[in-house]
């Protein structure tokens, strides 16, 4: 059993657009980037851009806590730029999210949204 409780979020990723949803209190944090982090051939080009933006959303959707919040993250890419993810691809939302602060992290590998119901319910998260 883990010392500090760890925070489900899901990710869903699309071309220059992030959504994060704090999946114990409900609340949905989507901003367009400023600054371009996709091309017309990848979705996250620009890893660093990518990384700030996160960390800052992140900042603004957890509750600030005693302890630091350990994160539970499922990540997704939701546009399709060209078939299937690649490995790369999968290492990169992977990267990103412990970049970020997961200490858990679960990849989705299709494009189809999840409902926070179906994305709490992978992560082991009763709602």
Known sequence: MPLL??????IKISVNN???TNLSTGKTLSKISPVAFSTS???????NVIE???RDMLKEII???IFPVQLKVLIQQTQ???GELTEIEKRTLRDLAELAGATHVEIVDHFRKLSDHDAAT???HPN
Do not use: H, Q, S
């Open 122 to 124: 992978r992560l082991g």
């Open 5 to 10: 409780k760890r925070t489900p979020v899901y």
């Open 63 to 65: 509750e600030k806590k």
């Open 18 to 20: 992030i959504e994060v």
């Open 80 to 82: 399709e730029v060209d």
């Open 41 to 47: 051939r990848i979705v996250i080009a620009n890893f």
């Open 52 to 54: 700030a933006l996160l």
